[in-house]
T-cell receptor
Framework: AQTVTQSQPEMSVQEAETVTLSCTYD???????LFWYKQPPSRQMILVIR??????QNATENRFSVNFQKAAKSFSLKISDSQLGDAAMYFC???????????FGSGTQLTVLP | NAGVMQNPRHLVRRRGQEARLRCSPM?????VYWYRQLPEEGLKFMVY????????ESGMPKERFSAEFPKEGPSILRIQQVVRGDSAAYFC??????????????FGEGSRLTVL
């Protein structure tokens, strides 16, 4: 079984500042993928960033980057230069070769303060 | 290219009635996933289908729930004899292949079911 844990139910950040959202996971697979999804008030799930476990280099997408610590099974999301539009629920998710679906964490509600 | 379309967006049912939720995947996508999101929780996998086949239904309750993805038409998630605990947002996602591994899932906006 695979599990994903997000220990921060809520976070807030000042506009233009940087915030880091935490995620830990567990899987017995050696080949897996990690993701951060954003769910704005419209409720549609939007893929923010993806990390392949076999890649040592941390993924980056514009203002979004991850800190992938494989040995510690940690996968945090850093949002730089936060914008009001970044306010949303953020979900960490995991999929592995033997699992045909994504396992999601419980989410972190991010508030961006003007 | 239209995204994943789900309808209805909102559905209200009384206890004991049936709920049918529809999902039209993106054009060219033959893989469909259904997830359920209870209030204040993350998404929980329910079922994975390819055209005319159920590949993995390990997350779907054995009673009252069923899903199909016919050769023609949308995928349908059917809940019979709904109870209050079925109130949730139901999300559909599609991919052109077995996209869950690589994360290439495209989600719809969800269908919110309220059971009175």
């Amino acid at each position: 079984a695979q599990t994903v844990t997000q220990s921060q139910p809520e976070m807030s950040v000042q506009e233009a500042e940087t915030v880091t959202l935490s995620c830990t996971y567990d899987t017995s697979e050696s080949d897996y993928y990690l993701f951060w999804y954003k769910q704005p008030p419209s409720r549609q799930m939007i893929l923010v960033i993806r990390q392949e476990a076999y890649k040592q280099q941390n993924a980056t997408e514009n203002r979004f980057s991850v800190n992938f610590q494989k040995a510690a099974k940690s996968f945090s999301l850093k949002i730089s230069d936060s914008q009001l539009g970044d306010a949303a629920m953020y979900f960490c998710a995991l999929s592995s070769g033997s699992a045909r679906q994504l396992t999601f964490g419980s989410g972190t509600q991010l508030t961006v303060l003007p | 290219n239209a995204g994943v379309m789900q309808n209805p967006r909102h559905l209200v049912r009384r206890r004991g009635q049936e709920a049918r939720l529809r999902c039209s995947p993106m054009k060219g996508h033959s893989h469909v996933y259904w997830y359920r999101q209870l209030p204040e929780e993350g998404l929980k996998f329910m079922v994975y289908l390819q055209k005319e086949n159920i590949i993995d239904e390990s997350g779907m309750p054995k009673e009252r729930f069923s899903a199909e993805f016919p050769k023609e038409g949308p995928s349908i998630l059917r809940i019979q004899q709904v109870v209050r605990g079925d109130s949730a947002a139901y999300f559909c996602a599609s991919s052109p292949n077995s996209g869950a591994v690589t994360g290439e899932l495209f989600f719809g906006e969800g269908s919110r079911l309220t059971v009175l």
